[in-house]
T-cell receptor
Framework: GQQLNQSPQSMFIQEGEDVSMNCTSSSIFNTWLWYKQDPGEGPVLLIALYKAGELTSNGRLTAQFGITRKDSFLNISASIPSDVGIYFCAGQLYGNKLVFGAGTILRVKS | EPEVTQTPSHQVTQMGQEVILRCVPISNHLYFYWYRQILGQKVEFLVSFYNNEISEKSEIFDDQFSVERPDGSNFTLKIRSTKLEDSAMYFC???????????FGEGSRLTVL
């Protein structure tokens, strides 16, 4: 089945630093999404990408849909303590089910 | 802002008991999903539901699982005879008709003893 490889598995960074995480797949997807999950809650959509090569920003977050449609990255600039959480990438094909990456645990020290 | 709501937020049950998890999707959405997340692991697809029938299911979704939309608003996941390994967070999601984005509920934590 389709699988996503998400890295890094975890990050422990200083407040104010930039963060970068990425996902790769052996399959192509029509849509890439990035979610954040806080403890005990459901995933919340951060950014959705619909076209290969698309670069989209949402505040301090920037994400890109790889040109091959098999990868995506998420950058967070100038991290703050509330950025702490688990970040998941997800691929979607033709508006169908999501395939999730394993997640990146982000910890921020202030 | 419309949201997906799930009940109960936490259920503790004995192994072998039946469990029903309930979801109220966003009202004008047509596709509904159940996902599962075992503690510390990634979110896994269980089943998708459209037009009152299952459109896709994963290998996790075996004969012990069933889904139903008993009325115009609720979408339920039933586990017939729970096993220890069914302990997980179960997330319901519904899909926006225009953007295709999935909106998740806050999850129901199931603990099987």
């Amino acid at each position: 089945g389709q699988q996503l490889n998400q890295s890094p598995q975890s990050m422990f960074i200083q407040e104010g630093e930039d963060v970068s995480m990425n996902c790769t797949s052996s399959s192509i997807f029509n849509t890439w999404l990035w979610y954040k999950q806080d403890p005990g809650e459901g995933p919340v959509l951060l950014i959705a990408l619909y076209k290969a090569g698309e670069l989209t920003s949402n505040g301090r977050l920037t994400a890109q849909f790889g040109i091959t449609r098999k990868d995506s990255f998420l950058n967070i600039s100038a991290s703050i303590p509330s950025d702490v959480g688990i970040y998941f990438c997800a691929g979607q094909l033709y508006g169908n089910k999501l395939v999730f990456g394993a997640g990146t645990i982000l910890r921020v020290k202030s | 802002e419309p949201e997906v709501t799930q009940t109960p937020s936490h259920q503790v049950t004995q192994m072998g008991q039946e469990v029903i998890l309930r979801c109220v999707p966003i009202s004008n959405h047509l596709y509904f999903y159940w996902y599962r997340q075992i503690l510390g692991q990634k979110v896994e697809f269980l089943v998708s539901f459209y037009n009152n029938e299952i459109s896709e299911k994963s290998e996790i979704f075996d004969d012990q699982f069933s889904v139903e939309r008993p009325d115009g608003s609720n979408f339920t996941l039933k586990i017939r005879s729970t096993k220890l390994e069914d302990s997980a967070m179960y997330f319901c999601a519904s899909r926006d008709r225009e953007t295709g984005e999935l909106f998740f509920g806050e999850g129901s934590r199931l603990t099987v003893l």
